[in-house]
T-cell receptor, first 115, second 114 residues
Framework: DSGVTQTPKHLITATGQRVTLRCSPR?????VYWYQQSLDQGLQFLIQ???????AKGNILERFSAQQFPDLHSELNLSSLELGDSALYFC??????????????FGPGTRLTVL | GENVEQHPSTLSVQEGDSAVIKCTYS??????FPWYKQELGKRPQLIID?????GEKKDQRIAVTLNKTAKHFSLHITETQPEDSAVYFCAASLFGGGYNKLIFGAGTRLAVHP
């Protein structure tokens, strides 16, 4: 157990719908990262938040958005869902970057199925 | 753009043999190179990492080497065991200033046969 929690574990929805994935980082970690893992594309970086502020952005679609709240948990919102959005979505967290905490600890993931 | 290439995509070895996985990165500013192991249906877990100011790092049966000039780094697993069977991902990052964006390779599926 990495200490990073994600809910829900599984999500099945229809095309055109909107969903919200939730992540709670390890206690004390300030950074949260979101990754998408599709069968044929490996792990793709989506976005990073550090202490509530966006710090890095990957190839995140405009239909996707994220935020990190004052209690440091994060939510990833996916809207106008398409079949190709079906994937495993991982959240990861890491400690204070000022202290040089490089390691990212991954949560168990949320499996999204769009029908 | 940033890119990490990983080879081979699949690797099959006999128990006790060594396994080597190679990665090449495109961004010469990258300074942090972790390796993650992902078992079927589970989360990626860090197994070893190396920073750009170090050329080699070893942890028991696992070692990583880095060639900054060639922008190339490799994972070496010695005396492989069946429980080493998993998908291994390399990654590269420009770490600093509150920024740590990991760019992953496509993964290597390692099978260790008893």
């Amino acid at each position: 157990d990495s200490g990073v929690t994600q809910t829900p574990k599984h999500l099945i929805t229809a095309t055109g719908q909107r969903v919200t994935l939730r992540c709670s980082p390890r206690s004390g970690d300030l950074s949260v990262y979101w990754y998408q893992q599709s069968l044929d594309q490996g792990l793709q970086f989506l976005i990073q938040y550090y202490n509530g502020e966006e710090r890095a952005k990957g190839n995140i679609l405009e239909r996707f958005s994220a935020q990190q709240f004052p209690d440091l948990h994060s939510e990833l919102n996916l809207s106008s869902l398409e079949l190709g959005d079906s994937a495993l979505y991982f959240c990861a967290s890491s400690g204070s970057l000022a202290l040089g905490s490089h390691e990212q600890f991954f949560g168990p993931g949320t499996r999204l199925t769009v029908l | 753009g940033e890119n990490v290439e990983q080879h081979p995509s699949t690797l099959s070895v006999q128990e006790g043999d060594s396994a080597v996985i190679k990665c090449t990165y495109s961004d010469s500013a990258s300074n942090y190179f972790p390796w993650y192991k992902q078992e079927l249906g589970k989360r990626p877990q860090l197994i070893i990492d190396i920073r750009s100011n170090v050329g080699e790092k070893k942890d028991q049966r696992i070692a990583v080497t880095l060639n900054k000039t060639a922008k190339h780094f490799s994972l070496h697993i010695t005396e492989t065991q069946p429980e080493d069977s998993a998908v291994y991902f390399c990654a590269a990052s420009l770490f600093g200033g509150g920024y740590n964006k990991l760019i992953f390779g496509a993964g290597t599926r390692l099978a260790v046969h008893p």
